[in-house]
């Protein structure tokens, strides 16, 4: 028996691609309170106690919504869904416009990396994240009428199908414009305005870097492969926009956008969209853009390279990424180094070079010492099934101890004295930070110190009972000390500037950082009144270790092609800048800015296109409605439909598909129905997931088998009716590196013979099965390597038809009335070869009772593949076709032995037609296998197979990505036949 549903599967899988986004999209928790309420332009859902961050989120919405409106000249069209997240303890959002336009807004604020910058962290996302709202959302001409008729249908939606460079770009830009200024301004001075990422140190950084090592090629960047930096579309789109501006007026982005927003179905036309406004097709374009962009970068970074770099030897090659540094006692180095292939690896360096790795972390980990050589470390993890959460390790005994549980502690050091040692740490709430004290165990949590609204906390470091903080609201960044001696005194403030400060270290003579001070990131160090730079980075620096006795500094640098660890023997200062040391003043209250101005201007003009007016008192205070409780069914309701037509030999069908999902995803659905007309079938599927762990498919099909008539009028005689139906629920114990589940199920395959004249019907197969499952699964792959390339996954499967016993009638053939139940074990093993990987793939199956046999041929394992499908009785066995009588058994064994190596990072997607490829591999196999019947306890032979295929990652129209892979293999054994086959997705 095999359950098929594809067409309601592949509407599901689009669903579930088109709301997850490009962030690390975190489930809502179903275990708390969920409440909604709106706002003028947007309908808010939260946590039921997070109503305050609710209603900051909503003032940030419509302060941003009259700003990107009049950049893009659109309004939305209806009210736009909120999603506010606390659980994630990492910055970031995402938008969509599947099945309806949602932002999401993860509350917890940066506290590294390009997202430190001097805007609130909300203003800032909502600026980016409605930007990606109004884009997608505009639409013209043929796709408009489009969606009048079909509704939001996303073949309809023209600027969904545009490389990520052109989205992400745009809202950098927007969210870079100085707030207040009509539509999106360029800054021919290349200054940073202090807010948004165009023109900031850290993009300025990667330009460099980039401009050494040779800009990226249009094509290159369509396909966005594996190539560095990481936020290259962001990067390369922000100052391609910026050009646009400076070159062609301020409104070309918004012409840019309206242009491509009436592109026809399967026709984006990427390269003859700036025609009409620049005069010449992208790739032309794109060389002007990119001797421009050299222009600029020279002309910035000479008086940088008037003096020699100062950086130090170069401890590693260049890395995905290197997120934390310190320094130990003995002057060794300790590093959190990502090469992008295996996991993340805390290593030492020694003050002799002797390099050691210590122990596996989670990706983004960050470690801190004390001066005893105990070591910190505080990494990210699923600490349940829905939060993402920091927490603290020591390392101990040759690997890391845990401390902490979903305790949500983004930073922390050893400090204090005495009764007062312990751990110092940045507890991150949804939305705010709080310095807290906590034992040396990671017990006994006290509250330190809680900034004002508005006032973040991002860094620290500790020297005894002195603890140093890097405080921030908007472009007021300050350094705080604490005295654990003192917890009543107010903190003093060390220093005050006017952009971030991060990478804090404290040693004995005083505090060290990282520094944009004159536009490139340097570490700098603080004494007294006085700040000496003891770096002078051509690209720039993103972490440091602070100085050992010997003077020493490890730091991590932006370098081609990733980012190197460095060691400076000797810091010497080469500049000081004096500061003041008075007295800072208190920190402005929050309140919502005013846009006014802004939105009765929109108002009196009435010249934006798009959605309803805007409601100027709302835009000015931004005040959420009355809360009421969450109910899915406000979302869920259909947004799309699209005709199903068919004609099978006289047998004719129409009807309509659709898929929805309610604001927090919790219910997704896809779905069609149909009527068959000349013997009134209705026929359809449907395909149920809620909250990801409870699955319902069911489907009905009709299938003429025999007919008379010609071929332009055909009438049916017989046909075959099939049934499907499958259940799976599964309970799901999930970390970032383990996941374990236990699951139930059910599932039916009925099919029956109807002949038309007689009008009987006769059951061919009415399969029933119930059940259990067991997965345990430790996979891992990284950024560059191909595929899962470590770990293991198993599972074990039992199937029973003894539930249903009886239940079958006696119209059915006695081999095909099951009684039985089958057990079903999976194992899949990856190692690590560099770039390569080895791979094992081991099934077993054994029956009891009459059970549907088991087919071994062909290329493709479904349950391997696309998940577990109950009543699946065929395992692949490349080398043979899928029908050899003797590959048929109750019983069953397989086993591979593959070896998967890259053989070149294409990286180019062609605009004209809209089709890409990223990496094209090779693997070459080994399979053997065997099926025996009920009354043998093993094959009589095994049939062995041996080949070669090709994988590539194709991509079509720049954002439908598929794997293929075209395979030759030559059975060993029987026929020994060759057997050419092209399918989508690794074997195993």
């Given at each position: 028996m095999r359950m098929k549903n594809l067409l309601g599967r592949l509407g599901l899988v689009l669903l579930l691609c088109g709301t997850t986004g490009g962030a690390l999209a975190q489930s809502p928790d179903p275990r708390v309170e969920w409440q909604s309420a709106d706002s003028a332009n947007f309908r808010v859902h939260y946590r039921a106690v997070q109503r305050a961050q609710a209603e900051a989120v909503a003032r940030a919405a419509e302060r941003a919504y009259p700003r990107v409106t009049?950049?893009?000249?659109?309004?939305?069209?209806?009210?736009?869904?909120?999603?506010?997240?606390?659980?994630?303890?990492?910055?970031?959002?995402?938008?969509?416009?599947?099945?309806?336009?949602?932002?999401?807004?993860?509350?917890?604020?940066?506290?590294?990396?390009?997202?430190?910058?001097?805007?609130?962290?909300?203003?800032?996302?909502?600026?980016?994240?409605?930007?990606?709202?109004?884009?997608?959302?505009?639409?013209?001409?043929?796709?408009?009428?489009?969606?009048?008729?079909?509704?939001?249908?996303?073949?309809?939606?023209?600027?969904?199908?545009?490389?990520s460079w052109v989205l992400e770009g745009l809202a950098v830009q927007v969210e870079s414009s100085p707030p207040g200024a009509s539509g999106v301004q360029g800054q021919g001075d290349g200054l940073w305005s202090g807010q948004g990422r165009l023109h900031s140190p850290a993009y300025e950084t990667w330009l460099r870097a980039e401009r050494d090592r040779g800009f990226i090629s249009l094509l290159e960047l369509n396909a966005n492969g594996r190539a560095l930096p990481l936020s290259k579309q962001y990067l390369y789109g922000a100052y391609f926009y910026d050009f646009l501006v400076r070159r062609y007026g301020a409104d070309a982005p918004q012409r840019w956008v309206t242009r491509y927003s009436g592109n026809f179905l399967f026709w984006p036309r990427l390269d003859s969209n700036p025609v009409a406004i620049t005069g010449k097709p992208l790739d032309f374009l794109w060389e002007e853009f990119l001797a421009d962009l050299a222009a600029q970068v020279d002309t910035r970074a000479a008086a940088i390279r008037r003096q020699p770099e100062v950086m130090g030897s170069v401890l590693?090659?260049?890395?995905?990424?290197?997120?934390?540094?310190?320094?130990?006692?003995?002057?060794?180095?300790?590093?959190?180094?990502?090469?992008?292939l295996g996991r993340p690896q805390?290593?030492?360096?020694?003050?002799?070079?002797?390099?050691?790795?210590?122990?596996?972390?989670?990706?983004?980990?960050?470690?801190?010492?004390?001066?005893?050589?105990?070591?910190?470390?505080?990494?990210?993890?699923?600490?349940?099934?829905?939060?993402?959460?920091?927490?603290?390790?020591?390392?101990?005994?040759?690997?890391?101890?845990?401390?902490?549980?979903?305790?949500?502690?983004?930073?922390?050091?050893?400090?204090?004295?005495?009764?007062?040692a312990g751990i110092v740490a940045l507890k991150h709430e949804a939305g705010a930070t709080r310095l807290i004290w906590l034992d040396a165990q990671g017990k006994q949590e006290r509250l330190l110190y809680a900034p004002p609204a508005g006032v973040d906390l991002s860094d620290l470091a500790a020297d005894g009972d002195r603890v140093s903080v890097v405080a921030h609201q908007g472009a007021d960044w300050r350094i705080l000390q604490f005295d654990l001696a003192q917890p009543q005194a107010a903190p003093r403030t060390l220093l005050r500037r006017d952009r971030p400060i991060h990478g804090l270290a404290q040693d004995r003579e005083g505090l060290t950082m990282v520094l944009a001070e004159d536009g490139v990131p340097n570490v700098w160090r603080l004494e007294g009144a006085r700040l000496w730079r003891l770096s002078h980075a051509y690209t720039g620096v993103t972490a440091q270790s602070g100085r050992a006795a010997d003077g020493s500094l490890g730091l991590v640098a932006v370098a081609q092609g990733g980012y190197t660890l460095r060691r400076m023997t000797e810091a010497q200062a080469l500049q000081s800048v004096m500061v003041d040391v008075g007295e800072a003043p208190p920190w402005v209250t929050t309140s919502a800015p005013a846009s006014a101005q802004l939105g009765a201007s929109l108002a009196?003009?009435?010249?934006?296109?798009?959605?309803?007016?805007?409601?100027?008192?709302?835009?000015?205070?931004?005040?959420?409605?009355?809360?009421?409780?969450?109910?899915?069914?406000?979302?869920?309701?259909?947004?799309?439909?699209?005709?199903?037509?068919?004609?099978?030999?006289?047998?004719?069908?129409?009807?309509?598909?659709?898929?929805?999902?309610?604001?927090?995803?919790?219910?997704?659905?896809?779905?069609?129905?149909?009527?068959?007309?000349?013997?009134?079938?209705?026929?359809?599927?449907?395909?149920?997931?809620?909250?990801?762990?409870?699955?319902?498919?069911?489907?009905?099909?009709?299938?003429?088998?025999?007919?008379?008539?010609?071929?332009?009028?055909?009438?049916?005689?017989?046909?075959?009716?099939?049934?499907?139906?499958?259940w799976l629920s599964r309970a799901l114990w999930p970390t970032l590196e383990r996941r374990f589940s236990l699951g139930l199920g059910a599932a039916l395959e009925r099919s029956e013979w109807v002949d038309v004249e007689s009008e009987s019907v006769r059951r061919m197969e009415d399969t029933r099965l119930a059940a259990a499952v067991m997965d345990y699964d430790s996979l891992g792959a990284s950024w560059y390597s191909e595929g899962a390339n470590r770990g293991v996954y198993a599972r074990l499967l039992y199937e029973s038809y003894a539930p249903f016993k009886g239940e079958d009638g006696d119209d059915l053939p006695r081999d095909a009335d099951y009684n039985g139940g089958m057990l079903r074990a999976d194992l899949r093993g990856f190692l690590p070869l560099g770039r390569s990987v080895l791979g094992l793939r081991y099934t077993e199956a054994r029956a009891q009772g009459r059970t549907e046999p088991f087919q071994l041929g062909g290329a493709t394992d479904e349950n391997l593949q696309l998940g577990i499908q109950l009543g699946n009785r065929t395992l692949a066995l490349r080398g043979y076709g899928s029908d050899e009588p003797e590959l048929q058994g109750a019983n069953a064994r397989v086993a591979s032995l593959e070896w998967r190596t890259p053989l070149a990072d294409i990286d180019r997607h062609l605009m004209a037609p809209a089709v890409g490829i990223n990496r094209l591999s090779a693997s070459v196999f080994y399979d053997v296998g065997g099926a025996w019947g009920r009354d043998e306890d093993a094959p009589a032979r095994y049939w062995r197979g041996v080949g070669v295929e090709l994988l590539g990652e194709v991509k079509l129209l720049y954002v439908l990505g598929l794997q293929l892979r075209l395979g030759v293999a030559q059975g060993l054994d029987g026929p020994q036949e060759t057997h050419g086959y092209l399918t989508v997705g690794r074997a195993f």
């Open positions: 009049e950049a893009l000249q659109w309004r939305l069209r209806g009210r736009t869904e909120i999603l506010v997240l606390s659980e994630t303890d990492l910055a970031n959002g995402y938008a969509t416009p599947l099945p309806y336009s949602l932002i999401a807004v993860m509350l917890a604020p940066p506290d590294e990396g390009e997202l430190l910058e001097n805007s609130a962290w909300l203003d800032l996302l909502l600026v980016h994240e409605l930007t990606h709202a109004v884009h997608l959302d505009k639409v013209r001409g043929v796709p408009k009428l489009g969606q009048r008729i079909f509704g939001n249908m996303p073949l309809f939606i023209p600027n969904l199908f545009n490389p590693t090659e260049p890395l995905l990424r290197i997120p934390s540094v310190t320094m130990q006692a003995d002057g060794s180095l300790l590093a959190v180094l990502d090469d992008g805390l290593t030492r360096f020694a003050a002799d070079g002797q390099r050691s790795d210590l122990a596996e972390v989670n990706a983004l980990a960050r470690v801190t010492t004390a001066p005893d050589g105990r070591v910190l470390v505080a990494q990210p993890d699923l600490c349940d099934a829905w939060t993402l959460a920091y927490d603290l390790y020591v390392l101990r005994d040759g690997g890391l101890r845990q401390l902490t549980d979903c305790a949500r502690l983004r930073r922390a050091v050893f400090a204090g004295q005495g009764v007062l009196a003009q009435g010249r934006v296109a798009g959605g309803r007016e805007p409601n100027p008192q709302a835009l000015n205070d931004g005040d959420l409605g009355a809360p009421r409780s969450y109910a899915a069914w406000r979302s869920m309701y259909p947004r799309w439909w699209w005709p199903v037509l068919s004609s099978d030999h006289g047998l004719v069908t129409f009807g309509a598909q659709t898929d929805g999902a309610d604001a927090l995803g919790w219910h997704q659905y896809a779905a069609m129905l149909a009527a068959e007309t000349t013997q009134q079938e209705t026929v359809g599927s449907l395909e149920y997931l809620y909250r990801g762990r409870h699955h319902l498919a069911l489907s009905r099909w009709v299938e003429a088998r025999a007919w008379t008539g010609s071929s332009n009028d055909p009438e049916t005689t017989a046909y075959k009716r099939e049934t499907h139906a499958q």
